[in-house]
């Protein structure tokens, strides 16, 4: 799988990602963000292979950002499943039955500002909601992240939903495009 926009590639994560995102995910202000701590390479070699399963077992997954410019790795944008009841991602755990579709993204710090995440986002949301025909997308944002916020709105998403019953330390809310489904 692959999408292009103006300035990016997005593709399947790879083993030879693995200089590029123990770049993002060793940086503390990136994982700060997301409410954990740096990682380490053999963690961020885990978190790869996990990404290349998710692919195989749900037909969709985050895609590594490259810039085509000097073919620097930015980052990641793309989708993640999460079960709708306990809101536990399918990076932790083999989910099954229904459930949501999350469109996320993360860049290294010193790609911020340039509006790759709203560009890979919206090529990201346009593959889903066209070829794949998925009618509702979510997104886990925590309420002070201001950046993550504006890409959702930019793509067309609203709150839905405060608080989220999910098992981290800091508070998430939901942000949606789309109906929820009758449950
Ligand atoms: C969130 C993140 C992906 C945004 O990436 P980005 O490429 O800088 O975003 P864009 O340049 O496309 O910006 C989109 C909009 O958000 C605004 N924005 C981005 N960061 C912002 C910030 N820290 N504060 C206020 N506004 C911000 C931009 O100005 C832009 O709005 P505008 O077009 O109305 O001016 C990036 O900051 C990041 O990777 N953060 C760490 C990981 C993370 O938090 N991921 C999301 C978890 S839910």
């Not at 292009?4 to 995910?25: I, K, S």
Request: net charge negative; charged share 30%.
């Amino acid at each position: 799988m692959r999408l292009e926009t103006e300035r990016l590639v997005l593709r399947l994560p790879d083993r030879d990602d693995l200089d590029g995102y123990a770049e993002v995910f060793g940086d503390p202000k990136v994982m700060k963000s997301l409410g954990s701590e740096p990682k380490t390479r053999e963690e961020t070699l885990t978190w790869i292979e996990r990404k290349r399963w998710h692919w195989e077992r749900y037909g969709i997954g985050l895609f590594s950002l490259i810039r085509k410019s000097d073919e620097r790795l930015l980052g990641r944008t793309g989708f993640l499943m999460w079960d709708p009841e306990r809101w536990i991602s399918a990076m932790r755990a083999d989910l099954e039955g229904e459930l949501e579709t999350e469109i996320g993204w993360t860049l290294g710090s010193e790609h911020w500002g340039h509006g790759y995440a709203t560009e890979a986002a919206v090529a990201c949301r346009d593959w889903a909601l066209g070829e794949l025909g998925l009618t509702r997308l979510v997104s886990v944002i925590a309420p002070g992240n201001i950046g993550s916020i504006r890409v959702a709105e930019k793509i067309g998403e609203t709150l839905e939903r405060e608080d989220l019953p999910a098992p981290f330390p800091q508070r998430v809310d939901l942000y949606s495009l789309g109906k929820l489904p009758a449950r």
